[in-house]
């Protein structure tokens, strides 16, 4: 109960403070449930970094948290409080027929998480630390912050301990770490909740970005595919941090995508650089995460110097950048890719043979990625089809331009890798993929044309209505086979 | 003339829209349905019950666990695990998976291999025919039974 608390305490803080920041000219009414789902990353990336200097000052640094995070709190509400906010009322839902597909399509979201949230407690039942990841690294550095007292950064630095990797970021462990401080006890639950936040985090992100910008069912649509892809929901129960970089990588794109819609706004792209941040802060691929924006970022102020600004992103960048650089300088070990001699690998770049490899590795990995039984890649080209140049450009060729950026970074990375190629491929390179796969969701669903606007007016009322009542026939016996599924498994 | 142009063109247009409308419709569909495959297949494919490895482990370790709180300025111990290769029939050789675990459910504790200096060891023996000259240096503190026992250095 109360590491429940203690998340929903965080993602409060993370809520206020994405709330506090956000521009004024924007909806609350629309925007809401992306300020929310914001709201999460925001708080578990802000109270990490607080934590990682007080875990090192204080021998318990229990309360002196508690203090800083309600400090923060208060300064968050009392800027929201000055601030005139445009104010919405709101709408009730009318039921028309688009409306009633709507909900009929929102049932089905809903039961395929109630599926998914099942598969994930039961597993959590079986492996309450996750699988290898989840506890060798994430939950092993979790356990020596919170039991290791001020000097748990050099005990997880002893030669005994370089195979749990000590030079990784430190995000997930430290909010693990956090939770159970706060609460006062060594308990898995506090792993397993800040696994899930992130999860239902990036669902949120998704579902919303998409009703504002494109359309609800689509939307709906694309929280379907990303809630039933397989190794999403294994990846989850695992507790590994990919599913959280996945989701710092999809919330900056967005931050990104709001930011190069509208006028120049300082606290959005103060938020946009504290996400990249963060991303460094989740995982060590968000390394190279942070690069490939601040290259964006870059050819974006090239491009448009009203609205890109130099202060909002340094700023962004160092405040979340700090601990990272305070870690990985006087803390860290070196790191297994970078630790033998960098310049005697250049000449992997040009080798035909690994070349060949991984290009064989990533055509094999995509037809499997996911898990899926049977992949869902045709379907969504198909659906592709009849979208207009002008939509491309207008909404992806940015997070378009930075997933394959990313794919590229992933490549090289292989190519350099002192690892053995083809294990490192083996084992690494589905759970590099689903860090984008959210991304990838995004920029497809905000591709697709549809609904494709009619011309001619009288015809328009009834094809829409025939053609929504289809629909929502259709999704109505699919909710009816679900509905089964869910009683079926629940028993 | 031209107006009839105007309004032929437009319905080739709304033409072409319903059928593009209609085969999205079709995509969507099947989309839900293969979501839908998905997870019921992933649902029936994931462990319902059992007892995974961490928790297996934890469970072996907790009285030497205990044991070692109680021991003052306990920063470091000797790990003395099965050896790769000496696996028997039925025991599957998870000898460094299982140092890995036992690390883990120790920590803050360090788990070092092969260093005999220490004032402390701690063996995690699946196998009956572990080799008798890792604990030649060693004297029986307590056993915990399942392998698993607490040793001090006798040299120290």
Known sequence: MITSLSIISTWFLGFVFIYTLWPTNRSLKHDWLLIFSLGIGAGLGLTSCIFFFTSLIFTNPRWITLILDLSILIICIYFILRRRRQTTAFNYIILNIENITYLLLLSTFLQMCIVCGISIVRYYNINPWGDWDGWAIWNLHAKFILTGGRSWASLLHQPALEWSHPDYPLLIPLSVARICTLTGELSSMGAQLVAASFTLGTLGLIISTISIYKNKLIALVAGLILVSTPSFIRLTASQCADIPLGYFILATIILLFISNNEKFNFNLQLLLSLFTGFAAWTKNEGLLFTAIMCLCWLALKFLDKEKIKTKPFILGLILSLAPLIVFKVFFSAQNDLTSSHFLNRISSLWNTERNKIIINYFGIISLKFGEWSTVPFLLMALGLIGTKWEIIKKHCILPLSITLLMLCGYYIVYLLTPLDLVYHLSTSLNRLLLQLWPSIILIWSLAINYPVKTTLLDFKVAYKSIHLAVFGLSILAINTILGFILIYSLK | ?156
């Open chain 2, 1 to 156: 003339m031209s107006k009839v142009n105007t309004t032929q063109a437009s319905v080739i247009k709304f033409n072409r829209s319903i059928i593009y409308n209609i085969f999205f419709l079709c995509i969507t569909l099947s989309l839900l349905s293969l979501a839908i495959y998905n997870t019921t297949q992933s649902l029936y494919n994931m462990p319902k019950e059992g007892i995974g490895a961490s928790r297996v482990e934890e469970l072996r370790l907790q009285g030497l666990k205990n044991e070692l709180d109680k021991i003052p300025n306990i920063k470091n111990i000797n790990y003395i695990g099965d050896r790769p290769g000496l696996h028997v029939k039925d025991i599957p050789d998870l000898c460094m998976e299982e140092y890995f675990l036992s690390q883990f459910i120790l920590a803050p504790t360090i788990l070092e291999l092969g260093n005999n200096n220490l004032p402390w060891a701690m063996t995690n023996l699946r196998n009956p025919k572990f080799d008798q000259e890792d604990m030649k240096h060693w004297k029986v503190i307590k056993n915990f039974n399942q392998g698993i026992i607490l040793l001090k250095n006798q040299s120290q």
